[in-house]
């Protein structure tokens, strides 16, 4: 009996050269969909198994969501990397709390100017990491985690550029 779901859509085709991408389907049958292009999904995409690249292409990349401005030391993240400048354009403004995010949502910050520091606050509001973390460069960096159950952002990684 041929796989009711082999040649079975729901709404539109946007790329006809997908030939196999893999997703669970009814009782946790797994198909395989592979594209040589880009494959727009206008929804959420759940990976089950986790995402595996192959080939030249091979790295995950977060697209900036946009600028964020710091309002009375918050911001609210829509995407999982942000750029955030100071209110405004202060010489140096503290980010205290993150709006926005689900459970293991991971976002990246980074400043957008060189000229104003980001002072990313630990303790006093949703923030945790070591210690606070200071975006003053443009190629400086931090990765949190949203943890839905204590409602915090975990630090990951920060990084500085030095300067460099």
Do not use: C
Request: hydrophobic letters at 40%; aromatic letters at 4%; charged letters at 10%.
């Amino acid at each position: 009996m041929a796989d009711p779901y082999e040649s079975t859509h729901t709404g539109a085709v946007v790329d006809t050269a997908v030939t196999d991408i893999k997703a669970m389907v009814g009782a946790g049958t797994a198909k395989s969909i592979t594209t040589s292009s880009t494959l727009a999904v206008g929804g959420q995409i759940t990976a089950l198994g986790g995402i595996t690249t192959s080939g030249t292409v091979g790295f995950l990349k977060l697209p900036t969501q946009g600028d964020l401005t710091i309002s009375s030391g918050a911001i609210t993240v829509t995407g999982s990397y942000h750029r955030v400048d100071t209110e405004a354009a202060a010489s140096s403004d503290p980010l205290i709390t993150i709006n926005g995010g689900v459970d293991g949502a991971i976002v990246t910050l980074s400043a957008v100017s060189s000229a104003r520091s980001i002072v990313v606050s630990s303790g006093s509001g949703n923030i945790r990491l070591g210690a606070n973390f200071t975006l003053d460069n443009v190629l400086d960096m931090i990765t949190l985690r949203y943890n839905a159950n204590a409602g915090v952002w975990a630090g990951i990684t920060p990084g500085t550029s030095n300067g460099a």
